[in-house]
């Protein structure tokens, strides 16, 4: 007899406003990205955090699957992607072979393209209910200002 799968959660009012408020940090970078166009402070930290961010839905997955009774391998996979692509972007700007402006547009990229594998994982029943509403946003609006820092920094030559 296989397991039945543990019940679904809900996404709740307070990880929706904490949710919101991580988006707060980006907005500063790109505020200092649009102010402190002589400096790659701006940038640099709002490449950072979208790294940061994109691992940390990464993690969230990484529990997704701990927690799923089924296709675990699969999902515990998936989790490990957006590290992955983080350190590679990483390596990639750190050694000059991508300009900082690109990779910021490239990370924010990617931040939206995690929307994909939530889709999945409310369609298999793995996510809690309300995970997009929570998540949609989130990616559209981080991805967006993460993308906004690249474009600043390619037009002040970063």
């Given at each position: 007899?296989?397991?039945?799968?543990?019940?679904?959660?809900?996404?709740?009012?307070?990880?929706?406003?904490?949710?919101?408020?991580?988006?707060f940090p980006q907005v500063a970078a790109l505020?200092?990205?649009?102010?402190?166009?002589?400096?790659?402070?701006?940038?640099?930290?709002?490449?950072?955090?979208?790294?940061?961010?994109?691992?940390?839905?990464?993690?969230?997955?990484?529990?997704?699957?701990?927690?799923?009774?089924?296709?675990?391998?699969?999902?515990?996979?998936?989790?490990?992607?957006?590290?992955?692509?983080?350190a590679l972007l990483i390596l990639l700007s750190?050694?000059?072979?991508?300009?900082?402006?690109?990779?910021?547009?490239?990370?924010?990229?990617?931040?939206?393209?995690?929307?994909?594998?939530?889709?999945?994982?409310?369609?298999?029943?793995?996510?809690?209910?309300?995970?997009?509403?929570?998540?949609?946003?989130?990616?559209?609006?981080?991805?967006?200002?993460?993308?906004?820092?690249?474009?600043?920094?390619?037009?002040?030559?970063?």
């Amino acid at each position: 007899m296989t397991p039945s799968p543990p019940p679904r959660g809900k996404v709740g009012e307070s990880p929706l406003i904490l949710g919101y408020a991580g988006l707060f940090p980006q907005v500063a970078a790109l505020a200092t990205c649009f102010f402190g166009r002589d400096t790659d402070v701006g940038p640099m930290f709002a490449f950072a955090y979208a790294a940061l961010i994109l691992s940390f839905l990464g993690g969230i997955w990484w529990g997704f699957a701990m927690n799923s009774g089924r296709d675990q391998g699969r999902i515990a996979t998936l989790a490990v992607i957006p590290s992955l692509f983080g350190a590679l972007l990483i390596l990639l700007s750190i050694s000059h072979i991508l300009s900082l402006g690109f990779a910021l547009v490239l990370m924010g990229s990617a931040v939206m393209m995690t929307l994909l594998i939530d889709r999945r994982l409310v369609a298999n029943d793995i996510a809690p209910r309300g995970w997009m509403a929570l998540r949609i946003p989130l990616s559209i609006g981080l991805g967006s200002l993460t993308i906004l820092c690249g474009v600043l920094c390619a037009l002040s030559g970063s």
